[in-house]
Each structure stands twice: as C-alpha cells, then as structure tokens.
C-alpha cells in the first residue's frame, strides 16, 4: 500500500529556518555596513594624527618682501636664507619650540647649578679629617664606663688605665680621679698585678728575673714595685724551675756532642732570663745525669 505525503507540508519547516537564516545574514551585512560608516571618521583622523606626529617640523622663514619674491633671482633668495639662518637661527628654533619644553629645559638648568654648589661646599674629607671631626666626645661617665670595662676583661696597671682615659678624650684631672677611685676601690692595684705576673711568668712560662723585669716595665709598673714583687723569689725555688726548664729543652735536643748540647742548653736559659750562676748549675744537673732515654743527648 503506496503512501502519500503531501510535499508542501514536509518541506514547510525547513523553507522557514531558510528564509530565518537569510533574513539575519542581511541584518549582519547591514549592522557591518552601519559600523564601516561610523568608523570612517575616527579611522581618518587616526591616521591624519599619525601622519602629524611623523612629519618633522618645519621651521618657516620669516616673511620677505614682496619685490624679493617675486623677482625670481634664485641667488637673492639664497643670500636672504643664509642670512636669516646666521642672525635669528637659534631664535627661531626657540619660537618653534612648544612653551612646556621650554620652560623643562629652564628649569632642568636651574636644577644643576645648585649641586654644582653644593660640591663645592663641602668640606675635603682628605687624611681623615672630616671622620675625625664627626666623632662626637665622650662624657666623663662614658669615659668611665670605658674604663670599667677594660678592668673587667683583664687586670690593668695604672700606666695602662690613665694611657686609655687619655685616649678617650679624658683629661689629666679626669684620669687622676679615676684612678684614685679605682685604687680605693682595688679595680686597679699595681703592687698585686706585680706579685701575680711575677709568679705567671715564673712558673707556666718558665721565665727568670731578668725577662719578668723587662715584661712588667713595658707594662708600666714602677721599678720599685718590680724589685719589691721580685723579691718574693725563692733561691731554691728559683734553682729548680730553671733546672726543670733545662731538662724539658734537653729531652728535645736530639743525639748531640756535650759541647753542642752545653752551648745550646746555656743560650736557651739566659734567653729565658736567669742569672749565670743559676743556670752553670742547672747545665750540670741536666745533662750529667744518666740519659739512657731514647733521643737523649750522644756525649764521647
């Protein structure tokens, strides 16, 4: 059984999204044509600016009279150029210029001729001189505190302490009754710093007389105080430490004649600062005794 249809009706639908779809391509082409109208104008004077800003300036001459114009003689013309050039060149590249960058380049001008001035004035700081002169003073009770801190990291005679007043800025009278106050006080006691350096020098560094006296004057401890500290020596004390000392310098001596041995051993001691006598008999002791010890001192 043969079916029937009738085409009109079928294809109705799709006559319509048809005649849809191309009723919006006309308003698309018509709204596109609108925008190309409206956008004309902005296009032209876009590139009418563009064209300004790439087109130098020229710098118009000033008027000539009418004669010399209109005569036709190339050479007046280029005689009146050269001269217009010559006498109002630099004007006119000044009138043409717009009045902001002008008055930039004024003020730019004006900016630089005040930092001339201030290098100018300022004071040489060659040699330290402007350092030395920035360095504010101390106060007495800085000076002090100066002072105090000195004493609590390591005991001072009073050379040393009135030394580093008076290289703080301090005075004579400021130093003077520093130290009185530190003396009473016992911050600072050059009798007792003498009595200990002695016996530090004596016993861990093995040091005589002779070079404990040289180290407490360079530390400026009077002499009489030295003579009353190195008094509390005692001869056999004394005698056996230098002995000590001759036999820990004999121990690295190596394999050596008597006679090498005996000069070395004998330099080393009056080096360390004990007397002759002491050290005769601290030679004998240390290098008469038995050295069966590898290392020992070789004698023939």
């Known amino acids: 059984m043969a079916v029937s249809f009738e085409p009109s009706e079928t294809l109705a639908p799709v006559t319509d999204l048809s005649a849809r779809f191309a009723s919006k391509q006309a308003a698309a082409k018509q709204a596109t044509a609108r925008r190309a109208t409206v956008n004309q104008p902005v296009a032209n004077q876009a590139a009418e600016n563009q064209m300004a800003v790439q087109q130098p300036a020229t710098v118009l001459p000033s008027a000539q009279p009418a004669g010399r114009q209109t005569d036709g003689r190339q050479s007046d013309s280029r005689q009146s150029d050269s001269r217009q050039s010559d006498g109002s060149g630099a004007g006119s590249q000044s009138d043409s210029e717009p009045p902001r960058r002008t008055k930039l380049r004024a003020v730019r001008s004006a900016d630089k001729q005040p930092s001339t001035t201030a290098h100018a004035q300022q004071p040489a700081t060659g040699f330290g001189l402007a350092e030395a002169e920035a360095q504010p003073e101390l106060s007495a009770e800085e000076i002090e ?8 990291r390591k005991a001072l005679s009073e050379h ?13 009278d400021l130093a003077d009754s520093l130290l009185a106050d530190f003396n009473r006080k016992g911050y600072v006691n050059d009798e007792t710093l003498a009595e200990d350096l002695v016996q530090a020098h004596l016993r861990r560094k093995k040091q005589g007389p002779a070079v404990i006296k040289r180290e407490l004057a360079q530390r400026g401890i009077p002499d009489f105080i030295i003579a009353a500290a190195l008094e509390v020596i005692d001869d056999d004390e004394e005698l056996r430490l230098v002995v000590e000392a001759a036999n820990d310098r004999v121990r690295r001596m190596g394999n050596l004649d008597r006679s090498v041995a005996e000069r070395r051993l004998t330099g080393y001691l009056q080096r360390r600062g004990y007397s002759s006598s002491l050290i005769r008999s601290a030679v004998e002791q240390a290098l008469g005794s038995k050295r069966s010890s590898p290392g020992s001192v070789r004698f023939e």
């Open 160 to 172: 040393e302490v009135r030394k580093a007043i008076l290289g703080d800025g301090g005075s004579e």
């Open 145 to 152: 505190d100066k002072a105090l801190s000195r004493l609590a």
